[in-house]
């Protein structure tokens, strides 16, 4: 399966910039793929209720691999886990092509959902074994960076492709590009091994991951999650009749967390993880209550110090298992990666029954038209203030906790 471990700094940069054009595969067939859903149901006579279930098939898949590509990790290695995810991606592109058709179109984003986890399942544990100490968290960042970096590429793309008259067929040819480059630099290249006998083995990582620490981890993976999927998957909805305009929001927010996951090392070198995920928890939760109270030009002041907030939490926490936890291995990794995937679907109705709620409430008061919207809006958003709300406290324990057990070494 490769080489007892990777000796070579070049060897170990290709295999991260394969794994960044992985990634950027993922966050296309994520806004591209949100980009062309009006001229999918238009041209195939989808309701919006097909769209959606065909959407939903791209978070099915997504832990489901990644789950099982976490099991299989020590057994059949990184390396034919992301052969699968090629395998997946590529037939899964081709399909949504030429399917032409409502089936066709669920078991196409179903297998990108498969690649897309598989990637998570193969490149994470690869960073984790690829460096050692804080390095690890600055690669994290730096790989995860490209999710919401490719997100605003894709959707940038897809803008102007749809504007030049370009159909969407023509968009999910693009899917391939970064497909074929992350196939090309991972092609023939050894992949490094676990740096433990303990960290390959399943019993020791189930033992790990039974662990308190690793529990509590996984509480707070939720909550981080529900924290930034929450308000991006409904700010258009919900900040619509603001003054702002949402999806500008959305590029400023997913734009952002790129460039502020790009310095993520250094800034937990000076304040550690934990003081870094405090720091994040106030600053999301200070995002999303000025979400809840401000209007216009505000909006984008909100998203800027949203952004800070969320962009910290994804790649960190990861990085925070592997370093603190590592006997977890792969597996520990992609159950981390896929409670916070479930997650951020699990909130999502909860988050739609606040906005009926909080609509019925407005309309009983006799509030009509925009306003109505906003108000019920922005008392979403003031619901989804509980989500940091509650980070604050479990990471305060956290802080406590972390200290206390260095302390004891």
């Known amino acids: 399966m490769g080489a007892p471990n990777i000796e070579s700094k070049n060897t170990r940069l290709i295999l991260f910039y394969a794994s960044c054009f992985a990634v950027i595969t993922n966050a296309f067939s994520f806004s591209i793929r949100a980009g062309i ?32 590509g976490g099991l299989v990790y020590n057994k059949i290695g990184g390396k034919l886990i992301m052969q699968f995810a ?16 409502y089936a066709g179109l669920l078991i196409s984003t179903l297998l990108i959902g498969f690649g897309n986890g598989c990637t998570e399942a193969a490149c994470n544990p690869m960073i984790a074994d690829s460096y050692k100490g804080n390095t690890i968290i600055k690669m994290m960042n730096r790989f995860h960076m490209w999710f919401p970096g490719g997100i605003v590429i894709g959707a940038l793309i897809s803008k102007f492709m749809t504007d030049g008259g370009f159909g969407w067929q023509s968009q999910i040819w693009i899917l391939l590009v970064p497909t074929l ?28 991951m039974g662990t308190p620490l690793f ?37 400023l927010v997913t734009g952002l967390m790129a460039v502020v996951r790009y310095f993520g090392g250094a800034v937990v070198k000076k304040l550690d993880q934990t003081g870094v995920f405090l720091a994040a928890s106030i600053l999301t939760l200070l995002g999303i209550f000025l979400f809840s109270t401000q209007t216009g030009g505000m909006a984008y002041v909100a998203a800027i110090i949203y952004a800070f907030g969320i962009a910290y939490f994804w790649p960190n926490m990861l990085g925070f298992v592997a370093e603190k936890i590592p006997k977890s291995g792969a597996i520990g990794l992609s159950v981390i990666g896929s409670v916070g995937m479930v997650a951020g679907s699990f909130f999502q109705p909860i988050i739609g029954a606040w906005i009926d709620s909080n609509r019925s409430i407005a309309k009983a008061k006799g509030i009509t038209g925009d306003e109505l919207e906003l108000v019920a809006g922005q008392a979403t958003m003031q619901n989804m203030t509980i989500f940091p709300a509650i980070l604050i406290v479990l990471f305060i324990i956290l802080f406590i906790w972390v200290k206390k057990i260095k302390q004891s070494q």
């Open 37 to 68: 859903l009006p001229q999918l149901g238009e041209e195939l006579n989808l309701s919006g209720e097909e769209l959606g279930y065909i959407n939903s098939m791209w978070f099915l898949g997504f832990p489901i691999s990644m789950i099982i």
């Open 86 to 101: 090629f395998f997946a991606h590529t037939i899964g592109i081709i399909m949504t092509i030429y399917s032409g058709s």
């Open 181 to 208: 480059i992350y196939a090309y630099l991972f092609y023939g290249k050894p992949w490094p091994e676990a740096k433990t006998k303990e960290e390959a083995s399943l019993s020791y990582n189930f033992k790990a």
């Open 215 to 251: 529990i509590f981890m996984l509480i707070c993976m939720s909550l981080t999650a529900a924290s930034e999927f929450g308000p991006q998957q409904w700010v258009g909805l919900i900040l619509a009749r603001s003054g702002a305009e949402p999806m500008l929001i959305l590029a």
